[in-house]
């Protein structure tokens, strides 16, 4: 399996459930980062973990990280129609210090039945 | 303040033609990073830039792709001799800083060869 890789890789839920979004990488990373697409559309940042952090919160989201198991979660509680998008891992390689270009997987499509 | 631009948003090619795609980084940003999405893929690294400088280019192909970022003016990545398989949607992100870096990204420039 490749850097960044989610699953699962389609989830269709109903509006007001929780969501959950899994991530699997393979290299020490500096930090991991999930974003957002809409279809045809940019991406949008949703949040940042760093590799000395284990959670993190915003809003209806919540990201775990586990670097003994090189894996994230993303959640998304109480789900709305309009969360339905992509969603994407993106990692930042731990290459000796300075920036990389981010390294993304595949996507979760979620899908919010009204 | 305005986030990150691309333009054109959408460009049509015919094989053998070049295309320029330029980005626009947000405010006080000085490190730019291009990817590009494949249909149903997830965001692929080709190059890292900074003012002048090309600091990583090892997710570009060796020939007809080259990207630029001059001291003045936007970044562009320009493809020559445009083939079919260069379809794809092309993002531009940028970043504050290199390290730890948090990427903004724009909505894309859809290149269509036909």
């Known amino acids: 399996s490749q850097q960044g890789e989610e699953d699962p890789q389609a989830l269709s839920i109903q509006e007001g459930e929780n969501a959950t979004m899994n991530c699997s990488y393979k290299?020490?990373?500096?930090?991991l980062q999930w974003y957002r697409q809409n279809s045809g559309r940019g991406l949008v940042h949703l949040i940042l973990?760093?590799?000395?952090?284990r959670e993190k919160h915003s809003g209806r989201l919540r990201v775990t990280l586990d670097t003994s198991k090189k894996s994230s979660s993303l959640l998304i509680t109480a789900s709305r129609a309009a969360d339905t998008a992509s969603y994407f891992c993106?990692?930042?390689?731990?290459?000796?210090?300075?920036?990389?270009?981010?390294?993304f997987g595949k996507g979760t499509h979620l899908i919010i039945q009204p | 303040n305005a986030g990150v631009m691309q333009n054109p948003r959408h460009l049509v090619r015919r094989r053998g033609q070049e295309a320029r795609l330029r980005c626009s980084p947000m405010?006080?940003?000085?490190?730019v990073y291009w990817y590009r999405q494949l249909p149903e893929e997830g965001l692929k690294f080709m190059v890292y830039?900074?003012?002048?400088?090309?600091?990583?280019e090892s997710g570009m192909p060796k020939e007809r792709f080259s990207a630029e970022f001059p001291k003045e003016g936007p970044s562009i990545l320009r493809i020559q001799q445009v083939v079919r398989g260069d379809s794809a949607a092309y993002f531009c992100?940028?970043?504050?800083?290199?390290?730890?870096?948090?990427?903004?990204f724009g909505p894309g420039t859809r290149l269509t060869v036909l």
């Open positions: 992100a940028s970043s504050p800083t290199g390290y730890y870096n948090e990427q903004f």
């Open positions: 290299t020490s990373i500096n930090n």
């Open positions: 973990i760093r590799s000395n952090e």
């Open positions: 993106a990692t930042d390689a731990d290459s000796g210090g300075g920036a990389d270009g981010l390294t």
């Open positions: 405010k006080g940003h000085s490190h």
């Open positions: 830039l900074q003012k002048e400088n090309i600091i990583d």
